[in-house]
Each structure stands twice: as structure tokens, then as C-alpha cells.
DNA sequence: ACTCGCGTTGGGTTG
DNA sequence: GCAACCCAACGCGAG
């Protein structure tokens, strides 16, 4: 018997490495490439446009690469429960498939939409692609809980071998027994969408420096790994953060998408190592592909991962809430020239390297601001181009010295820190052009230039350039004492805690957290039932 | 139950 | 220029 097919594209945008892709196109008489313009998105989250550029691009991409195998895609617009049995009826439809996604809403949104398959004698086929390994095996394999660390992560990885090897890229020769049905009018009902379909302003776009779609991401892939030694040798932690074109490959937004495979991107890094000294995990290529996955599989594991409160492994803090703070942090105007640049070229262009990411994060919340992660995860969630759920709330409560990262007395200095790769301040010069006059003495600190050099320079600092908004020797140290009054709370030391000092009677002895069990007993369930 | 080594990427001073 | 050390000190996970 011959299928009716549905492949429902959402992340996973390309024909590489698409096993379900492959699964619809198996016995198969129509063939229904889709992707659902889902109005809970923009609902629920902000999204820049030069996000949805990238998403439009990557779409069209989709579309031609689809062609290429007399297919196309079908673009629908609604909601996936509303618009799945119209199409179900419309096509004849007896096979759904789609790429496992492990984010809250997808599991949802996918849940009811198998059922609604079910009611109309759908077949459903999922398969696992945006991640390297099953994230539910990885959580089996350590007894039901999510490592915490690296190294019991990389621990549990070992157990369960290497990642499964991309799989074939469908061509015309599979096509040949079945055909994708479209009409003249599939542009007016089908078509990739346009930024004002979308009701974004184009004149808002930044520079156009990474393309979406698939095609771009294989040629990127290709471009670096022709760079044997620099795969090799690739360490995170020396990489620059301020760069004047990117120290890294740029990929991340191509991998949240799926427009790049991370088991295509993991294999093909195999081969260059292949017979080489390399670096390796937690800092090499493959280390990183590796903390992608670290933190897919806390999201999946750990309840309420977006959030502090209902998260049981995130450090419970008392952020403030002084809002003007946060949109001079979230507009770059905090006075500090190295955050500000950061946080315009996330603005514009919608990527940072991974190490300015952790300056603006550690300077917005146990740094110097003392406010809320979650407050810069809605931030990064719009303007990145990356923004992956997962990652984006694994690392912003790494840096807030939430989970996984506690040493909270490590603290990013806004100066120092961006002198270490760019003494003479180019990066800050890039990105904020009102400071390009100022010697590189006077650079990370402009409010130290004496008036007649700030004349001089053409830039008066408190009317053209801010004044720095907070001082950081004062706030970080003020900080430090908070967040350990915080973990002393978690801890539940018996002695008093003084808020404002922060000290706490080391001689209390550890007791349980008041309101709720701990990690470790709300994991023990879990852990004899697999015993 | 308890101790202890260590943790992807700090800053600052000293030698 | 660079390595060693201090700062004041966290939790995870192995043993």
C-alpha cells in the first residue's frame, strides 16, 4: 500500500541527515513537504527581524533544494491543531513525520497534533536528528536524572558509544515513484512568507552577514573545515571575543535552525581529526557540540527550566528590579564601552561570540546589575540568531552562577576583561563610532579622560556617551555578599543570615530546604525506579 | 556520612 | 611577557 505523506519541517530545515524526511518518502504516492507559520511564536516571544530574515531565507533555501527533487514546500499558515485535519482530509493524508523536538511547547504542540493523527488513521513517525543522541537515553543511562556536570555527562556519553551517523541525502531517485501536487495557486496560499506578511519592518533589518538556509550552512561547514590545523587546534576559551569579524565558525545559528546537522557537522569533524593530534572535549569542536546536547538534556530533564522559581537545581536569589537599568544593559548604553559594543552587535548583526556572552551576562546579573537571568534570556531569545531554548536558559543560569557554575566570587570585569584581546578598543571603536577618538588609554573607561581630551575627542561623556550607570569595584563586591547570602539560604544554614553583609554562621548545620524537597531526594524517585 | 578534588574560558599582584 | 599565587570560597560527584 502507497502513502499519502506529510513531512512536517519546524526546526531541521534542510535535506541533510533528515531521517524523517527519508520515512515519508518511503512507499510513498504524495509527498507534502510542509512548514506551519505557528501564530504561538510571535505570540509568546519576542523575535527580531533579523531573525525572521534568517527563518525566511532558510525557507526559500528549503524550497529550492526541495525542487531539485521535483518537490516544494508547502508553507501553511495557522495553528497546527486547526490546520492539520484540513490537510489531512484536503491531501488523503495516511503519514505524518517529524523530527523529535524536546522544548515544553513543541512536545505539547506535537502530543496533540499525534492525537488528532490518530482520529483521522494518520500514521505518525518521529525521528531523532536535532540532537546527536536520543536526549530520554541519556537521561535513562544516568538513572533518570540530567547530569549536572561536564564530566558525568561525558561520562554517561561514553556508555553509550558514539552519535549515530547521518543518514543518506534524498535525491530525485527517491522521488521517482511519487510526486508533490501543486497548484498555480500555491504561491498566493503556499509561498515562503515575506517580512511584511510577517509584520516586520524591513528597514529595521541589520546587515544581511549570515544567510539563512541550508545551502549557505553546508558551504559555511565547508569553508572552515578546509582549515585542518585551526579544527584541530580549536580551543573556546582562546577564541577572541572581541574580533573584528568572528574568531569562531558562526555555525550556531545554522545548527538551531537545522539547516546544518550536529551529527553531519560531528561527523565530518571525525574525519579532519581522523589521524591527528586534536584538542579535545569540553573545549574542542566536538566539546561544543557536546554542551549543546549538556544542556538539551537538562531542559529535558530538569522541570521548569526557563524559569528560577519551580526549578529545583537553579539557586533561589532575590533579584532586584530596577527596569532602567535594564534597558540601558538591554539598548547598550551602560556606560561600560565593552558592554555596550557587545550589546550593539547583538543588536544589529544577532551574533556575539560565546566569551561577550558571558560578559553581559555575569555585568547584568551577579556581576553588576543584580537582576533577573531570566530577564537577559528574553533579551538574547529575540535578538540572537541561535536563540536555542535550551541553551539559552542552560547558559544564562550558568553565568548567573545559577546551576551548573558556582564559584560566584569569578567575576567578569567590563574593563579588563576585553583588554586582554583588544588593547586598543578596535572592537568598541566598530561598534560604538561616538567613542573612535578616544586613546586606547581612556577606551574601556572613558569617564577617567580628562574634559579637555573628552572635548577633544568630540564626545562629552554624560551628554554624547554615558556616564557608567553603576561602579563596578562597588556593585561587584556588594553582589558577591549577595549571592552568598543566597546559597547560604539554599544551603538552609540554621544561622542567621545578614542580608546586607552577607555573613552567615558557618558552624549551621545543613538541614532541608524549607518549602519544597531537595534535588537530590526529588531525583531518588526516579533513580529506584530504573533499579 | 563524610571528605576531598575539581570545575570550558576571573582579576589582581608578585616574582 | 608570563607563570604562580592569592582572593574567599561555591556545589557536584566520586570514593
Redesign the pocket.
Known sequence: MKHNSIHWFRKGLRLHDNPALLAAMKDCAELYPIFILDPWFPRNMKVSVNRWRFLIEALKDLDENLKKINSRLFVVRGKPTEVFPLLFKKWKVTRLTFEVDTEPYSRQRDADVEKLAAEHNVQVIQKVSNTLYAIDRIIAENNG?P??????FQ?VLASLGPPKRPVQVPTQENMKDCCTLWKSSYNEKYGVPTLEELGQDSLKLGPRLYPGGESEALSRLELHMKRTTWVCNF?????EPNSLTPSTTVLSPYVKFGCLSARTFWWRIAEIYQGKKHSDP??SLH??LL?REFFYTAGVGIPNFNKMEGNT?C?QVDWGNNKEHLQAWSEGRTGYPFIDAIMTQLRTEGWIH??AR?AVACFLTRGDLWISWEEGQKVFEELLLDADWSLNAG?WQ??SAST??????????P???GK?TDKNGDYIKKYLPILKKFPAEYIYEPWKAPRSLQERAGCIIGKDYPKPIVEH?VASKQN??RM?AA??R??GSTAEVDKDS?Q?N?NGAKRKVAGGPS??ELFKKNKSKKD
Open positions: 536524572k547530569p549536572l556536570t561536564y564530566v558525568r561520562t580551543k573556546k576559551p582562546e577564541t569540553p573545549v566539546g561544543q554542551w537545581v539557586v560565546h566569551l558571558h547558559n550558568w553565568l551548573f557554575f558556582h564559584q560566584f566570587f569569578r567575576v567578569y570585569s574593563v579588563a576583561f586582554k569595584d558577591i555578599q552568598k546559597y547560604a539554599r544551603s552577607g552567615s558557618k534535588v537530590a
